[in-house]
């Protein structure tokens, strides 16, 4: 055991007090987006969340999806399980090439409920109290967990007791409960992190997630809540560079070249998380000219998504589509906005393609859920 160990504001204080902080995001935090973020501000990224039993027994698994190169620091890479040994070998696969390891108890998707890990072992106090003190004793670096809240604040904060007591260096909260995925997303609860950040005010760091949009929004709710940090995930994903604060900005169109100058230097193992992320940064433009959108869901090659890059540009440059505001509607306020929950006219736009190309979906290979409380694809899974 190292006997320099950072833990807690020790270590946050010796990352430099990361505040810009991008989500742990199945099929989408892959090295090159993550490298897109940090080279627009980003602070503190985490990986995508691993299977900790898979990732202990697959080679194959471990060596294809968990990539990483010297400038991908500060990075934290997520698990999910519920054996502690288990957690503690995968991690231990890991802990020389990252910042820390976190848990996640999030994720609220029936794969999770039928696995028995992310939020669904939010009631398991005693389980959660020997996964953390065991990541805590046994690794060279700290462990964090991600979170989400309860409507009942004290149950809440006896939750976020129990990791910090356990030994948890920082805490992510995000200010949903299990049951606001999916179209049943609201706005993010803020004023609970905040309360459950004043409560650990000098302990441990925490971060808010969720409901974060813009510079603005980072802005807002380190304000709001008091937070040390802020986590973003979809909006990020449609805006990497949310937490850039230069004033010249790249366009969407700029920020899918860019994003594919990632792929080129970091090569991605699966085409269709280009896929998805083209469709999101992309989105605003390829919602009014769909045909695009279409290309997208079939290509397959690095070179056929640049020549899409350079259609959209094209397109966007030609003097009948001058009058088009192309920021009127962007991906994250897609299934924010009740009436489309409702009429369902975007979102089911969105879930035809998913289900047809197999577009947007949120799947990977030990969270690819289609299970019925989930029907259109659109759930969070932290
Ligand atoms: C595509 C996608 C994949 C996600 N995968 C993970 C994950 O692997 N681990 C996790 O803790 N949360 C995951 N989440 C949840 C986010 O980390 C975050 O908690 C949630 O999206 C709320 O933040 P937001 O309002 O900024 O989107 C995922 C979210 C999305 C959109």
Same mark, same amino acid.
């Given at each position: 055991m190292d006997e320099k160990k950072k833990v807690g504001y020790e270590w946050w204080?010796?990352?430099? $007090?990361? /505040?810009? =902080?991008?989500?742990?995001?199945?099929? $989408? *935090?892959?090295?090159?987006?993550?490298q897109l973020t940090r080279k627009h501000g980003a602070e503190l990224v985490y990986t995508q969340m691993f299977n900790s039993n898979v990732f202990v027994r697959d080679y194959t698994y471990?060596?294809? %999806?968990?990539? /990483?190169?010297?400038?991908?620091?500060?990075?934290?890479?997520?698990?999910?399980? %519920?054996?502690?040994?288990?957690?503690?070998?995968a991690a231990k696969m890991v802990e020389d090439r990252c910042d820390a390891v976190d848990i996640n108890l999030g994720c609220p998707q029936g794969i999770a409920r039928r696995g028995h890990y992310g $939020?669904?072992?939010m009631e398991e106090l005693d389980l959660l109290h020997e996964l953390v003190s065991t990541l805590a004793k046994g690794l060279k670096v700290p462990v964090t967990c991600k979170?989400? =809240?309860?409507?009942?604040?004290?149950r809440s904060l006896r939750l976020c007791e129990t990791l910090v007591n356990a030994g948890a260096s920082m805490i992510t909260i995000h200010g949903r409960t299990r049951e606001e995925k999916g179209q049943l997303v609201k706005a993010?609860?803020?004023?609970?992190?905040?309360?459950?950040?004043?409560h650990f005010r000098g302990r441990v760091p925490v971060i808010a997630n969720g409901g974060i949009e813009s510079l603005q929004d980072y802005r807002r709710c380190l304000i709001e809540t008091g937070c040390d940090g802020v986590m *973003? *995930?979809?909006g990020i994903l449609e805006n990497p560079s949310i937490f850039d604060e230069s004033h010249n900005l790249p366009t969407q169109i700029e920020? $899918?070249?860019?994003?594919?100058?990632?792929?080129?230097?970091?090569?991605?193992?699966?085409?269709?998380? =280009?896929? *998805?992320h083209l469709q999101r940064i992309l989105y605003r433009f390829c919602s009014i000219h769909t045909e695009l959108r279409d290309k997208i869901g079939l290509a397959r090659e690095l070179d056929e998504f640049s020549a899409i890059a350079d259609e959209c540009r094209h397109t966007s440059l030609l003097p009948e589509n001058s009058h088009i505001n192309y920021d009127a509607e962007t991906w994250y306020k897609r299934h924010r906005n009740p009436a489309n929950v409702h009429s369902g006219s975007m979102n089911a736009e969105i879930a035809m393609d998913t289900n047809k190309n197999g577009l947007l979906y949120y799947s990977c290979s030990d969270c690819n859920d289609t299970e019925d409380d989930d029907p259109l694809g659109f759930s969070i899974f932290g």
């Open positions: 204080l010796g990352l430099g $007090a990361p /505040t810009k =902080i991008v989500a742990p995001m199945v099929d $989408a *935090s892959e090295l090159a987006f993550r471990r060596e294809e %999806n968990f990539e /990483t190169c010297p400038g991908d620091r500060p990075l934290i890479v997520q698990f999910c399980g %519920n054996d502690p040994e288990t957690l503690l070998a $939020a669904f072992l979170t989400r =809240i309860y409507k009942d604040f004290d993010a609860d803020w004023e609970t992190i905040r309360r459950i950040k004043e *973003s *995930s979809e920020m $899918a070249y860019e994003y594919l100058e990632q792929c080129h230097a970091h090569p991605v193992l699966h085409y269709r998380t =280009i896929r *998805s």
